[in-house]
């Protein structure tokens, strides 16, 4: 269950000989429940977000480091805060367990460096968590005329096209894995955490090609990881957090990138689950910033009426209510902006 030995051994180096701290004994004795995270990453219930963290949500180092994926002010450099946290005692306390001089270890720079270590991952930006693009995959600019002739024929106009592309900060590739792909990303609070590239090749299979969070299959299809799992993901979850009058859960990310392209005026903002079950972490995501919505809806394909009961089962309890495609359309992807208003203020 624990890292692999060469983080030991690196981290073993580094502190001459003596690793002070060791988490997963620290979770063992102490009976916390966790989980590998990835790379040298662990995860463990958040304590300071409470019960607003019904996942794992705060991964640690074998060198001490923390960090919440739910709130990014929930981090540092030494576990001492963290473990006091956990078994709610003192400082003092917590210090002796851990073996904290008041001396941080590693610095900020280490600490950064850290979340692009050995794991095999790209180099992350300054903030935690943030994925960079390889340079092969860029924003649909004007130049990108393919892309936007794609977006016309699913039902854009040429301005509104471009204005998607600019909004969504869609991005494309005409070289490498995501040849021929209109790529859009996962933004979480914490930044970009994964994408996934839809071709725009009629007939090309698989329709949608995303991030593996397994570092095996990542490093086997030779792309980044993706930083979150994608039944952690929510595509457009960034407009979570400014509220509204309808949050509209949908299948795909085209159906979401055009249902809240076409409702923001009416006060509708949409997001997707990248398929039709509900994974933990986008549970705890819909159950954090839900209550900032009027009303909240699921709206799927026409032919997923048995897969709707199921999550409306599951959402119940934050208020999440059906929506049934109106005549004419198979799917919110093909969703026209009168058709969006209506079906939510008709």
Known sequence: MGPPLLYWKALD???GGKVSFVWTDFFLSHSIPFSPAGGAWLKT????????DRGLHQNVHPAGGFHCWRNAEHRGRTPTRLVQALLSCSFEEAAAL???????FPDDSEFSGMLSDLAGRPALEEKLGLLSFP?????VGPDGYMFHRYLQGRGYTEEEAVDVCKDYGLRCALQGPFRYRLVLPTVHPQGLVSWAGRSIIPGVAPRYKGLAHDLAKSRSERLPQALVPLHGCLFNAVAMPTG????VVVEGP???????????????RSVCLFGKSLGEGQASLLAEHSRRFQHCWLLLD???TFDA??????LAHLGFKTKAMPPRFKDPAMLSTTAVGKLFHG
């Open 13 to 15: 180096a580094r502190e």
């Open 309 to 314: 009961l199921a999550l409306v089962e599951k």
């Open 302 to 304: 026409e032919d997923a």
């Open 254 to 268: 085209m159906d979401a990138l055009n249902v809240d392209f076409r409702g923001r005026a009416y006060g509708i």
């Open 98 to 104: 851990t073996g904290d001089s008041g001396k941080a």
């Open 244 to 247: 509204g009058e309808h949050l």
């Open 45 to 52: 219930h958040c304590p300071f977000c409470g019960s607003e």
């Open 135 to 139: 340079k092969e995959i860029r924003l």
